[in-house]
């Protein structure tokens, strides 16, 4: 597992601290040239061509000037780099008074949107919360089922209409029901396409329009690559993103998924996913992915 990423930056470790042992002040040239290296491989790992840069300063800072002892020196330096990059202030999603608190989950489809609703579902549960899942992909074939089949496992409710019908209809009717009948969350799952469509956007305004959600939440999945970068800031233009879910870390090889959510889009990652049953989603930890990637 990110495997790219973890033999990038230790070659920039390797020729660093090839003088390093020395006790020579690292100079700004041999670091570049260390970054040079490295670039394409950075670029094939999922990094993005405006994350690059930001990246190259943040560990340069960390480097450039210090008379490090060794290898274990640099690693260190470059692991507190990347965990500053991936450091957003993310909103807390805590039930307000006036109950209840609703999240809107966007994103194109096939991500895993549905699964994470779940996720989030059965970790509010978990926590002692109760949510209604609105089922507002009206447009997928299956996608109401198969909503239904996971409110059915972690006995959470759903609010459903038929195929075609207005999504921001089913959200209305998910956060009234949800008023009438004291739940804290509604979780509005909604239709993705893989391009951006202009129709959907317009669906997805008026949802929002019409329940305004505490929260809008991207999800995307980590495997997307570069394409990742173009997604959401169209999302982000046309919608609003308060924070992202980031899927299917656990079948992803390259690893730079997260440095275009934080870095190029300056948005916090709120959860990762890292699997397909209830409990795979974890509160994403900066540190942690960087031990993932470096340790
Ligand atoms: P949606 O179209 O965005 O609602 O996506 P679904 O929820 O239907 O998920 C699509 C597929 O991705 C399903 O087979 C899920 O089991 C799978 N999936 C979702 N999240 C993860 C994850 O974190 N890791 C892995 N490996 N698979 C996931």
């Known amino acids: 597992m990110l495997d790219l990423l973890k033999k990038s930056f230790n070659k920039i470790a390797d020729s660093v601290a090839e003088i390093s042992g020395a006790g020579i002040t690292i100079d700004e040239k041999r670091v570049d040239e260390a970054l040079d290296e490295i670039e394409l491989d950075l670029l094939q790992a999922d990094i993005a061509v405006d994350v690059l840069d930001q ?16 290898r274990k020196e640099v690693i260190e330096a470059i692991k507190e780099a990347l965990v500053d990059l991936l450091i957003v202030p993310a909103p807390a999603i805590v039930p307000p008074p006036e109950k209840p608190y609703v999240i809107l989950f966007v994103g194109p489809n096939g991500v895993g949107k549905t ?22 992909d009206t447009f997928r074939a299956g996608s109401i089922e198969q909503t239904e089949e996971w409110a059915k496992k972690l006995d959470v409710r759903v609010v459903k209409h038929n195929y075609g019908a207005d999504p921001a209809a089913v959200a209305f009717d998910a956060v009234k029901s949800a008023q009438a009948r004291g739940d804290d969350y509604v979780l509005i799952d909604t239709a993705g396409r893989q391009d951006t469509n202009e129709n959907l956007m317009e669906q997805l ?3 929002k329009r019409v329940v305004k959600p505490h929260l809008t939440i991207y999800v995307g999945e980590a495997l997307t690559g570069n394409a990742l970068y173009s997604q959401l800031k169209t999302y982000e233009e046309e919608l609003g ?10 079948a992803d090889t390259r690893g730079g998924s997260a440095f275009t959510v934080t870095v190029g889009i300056k948005k916090p990652i709120l959860f990762v996913g890292l699997g397909e049953s209830p409990d795979d989603l974890k509160p994403f930890e900066p540190g942690e992915l960087v031990e993932m990637i470096l340790g």
């Open 205 to 207: 305004k008026k949802i």
């Open 241 to 250: 993103i308060d924070g992202v879910i980031l899927t299917k870390l656990d």
């Open 55 to 70: 990246m190259r300063e943040a560990i340069k800072e960390r480097i450039v000037g210090k008379k490090v002892k060794g």
């Open 115 to 136: 699964t994470t609703i779940a996720k989030i579902a059965y970790l509010l549960k978990k926590e002692g919360y109760s949510s209604v899942i609105a089922a507002a």
